[in-house]
């Protein structure tokens, strides 16, 4: 009996000890997952069947085409923040966070059936597919509020999100045996975050956390340049075509050559949004 309320004592002790961030400064180590949020389609999975017959003339097709969605915020993170609380209801939070972004993949199926006058058939099938990946720099400012809570201590906080990544663009098909890949980057992103979460205090020095954030953000690259170009085991990049430029508005030409500068490209956002669930743990210093 004396060892259950022992227990009991201590256990209590730990639940509602003082808050020991009601005032200072934190810093904390933080990962967790990020599911797509504000998702735009971003490509196609396509699949056509063609059918040639020589015996009668005819020719027909058939096929569908889906719209692939996402957002290239989805992935893994994680992070640290420094923190300060001016008293026990609110603070601010300085965050650093790296995103590891999931790939979107899309694919293109050609399938040709021929049928000769003699009745044999050829049947050949064509696949291409491309994928767009993510990797991002974020930097979080946030206000912090907290009811002050002894013990598990609930929060919210909101604020803004800068981002400075790339993304990845592959394109690899079996005709011709070809491969192009180009990466884009250049500029910066800026969003809004949000989050609510609670502490769980773990002794006087640290606190063990959770919460659910969200991040509205999306991020339009000012440059790019093509890595890799190869059609049948050859390289085919020049240099004159490694370098795009993303603008807002573009002015075809006949005059226009390669050599003038790079390559000009209209501009696109690609959604980065996401929900989702980051643990840590906070340490006051």
Do not use: C, W
Request: cysteine-free; glycine content about 12%; proline content about 3%.
């Amino acid at each position: 009996m004396r060892i259950t309320k022992a227990a009991l004592f201590v256990f209590a002790i730990t639940l509602f000890t003082t808050n020991i961030f009601a005032q200072g400064a934190y810093v904390n180590l933080n990962a967790g997952y990020g599911f797509s949020m504000s998702s735009q389609v971003m490509m196609f999975n396509t699949k056509y069947d063609y059918l040639i017959d020589n015996s009668t003339g005819e020719e027909s097709f058939s096929g569908s085409i889906e719209n692939v969605k996402g957002s290239l915020g989805e992935g893994f993170n994680f992070g640290g923040v420094f923190g300060y609380m001016f008293n026990k209801h609110i603070g601010y939070e300085i965050g650093v966070s790296y995103l590891l972004g999931n790939t979107i993949e899309s694919a293109r199926e050609s399938t040709t059936k021929i049928i000769e006058a003699d009745g044999s058939i050829t049947t050949s099938t064509g696949i291409t597919t491309n994928s767009l990946s993510s990797n991002m720099l974020r930097f979080t400012p946030s206000i912090v509020f907290t009811p002050g809570f002894e013990g598990i201590d609930p929060y919210v906080k909101f604020g803004m999100i800068i981002g400075i990544g790339s993304v990845k663009s592959e394109f690899a098909g079996d005709q011709f045996n070809s491969i192009q890949k180009s990466k884009f980057n250049g500029g910066a992103a800026i969003g809004l975050t949000g989050a609510i979460g609670a502490n769980f205090p773990v002794n006087d020095k640290m606190v063990f956390f959770g919460e659910i954030n969200m991040v509205n953000m999306s991020y339009a690259p000012t440059k790019g340049e093509i890595t890799e170009a190869i059609v049948n085991g050859k390289d085919v990049l020049s240099d004159s075509d490694k370098e795009i430029e993303f603008v807002d508005k573009v002015y075809p030409s006949s005059e226009y050559t390669p050599d003038s500068g790079p390559n000009q490209e209209l501009k696109t956002k690609y959604p980065f949004g996401s929900v989702g669930i980051n643990i840590g743990l906070k340490l006051s210093i």
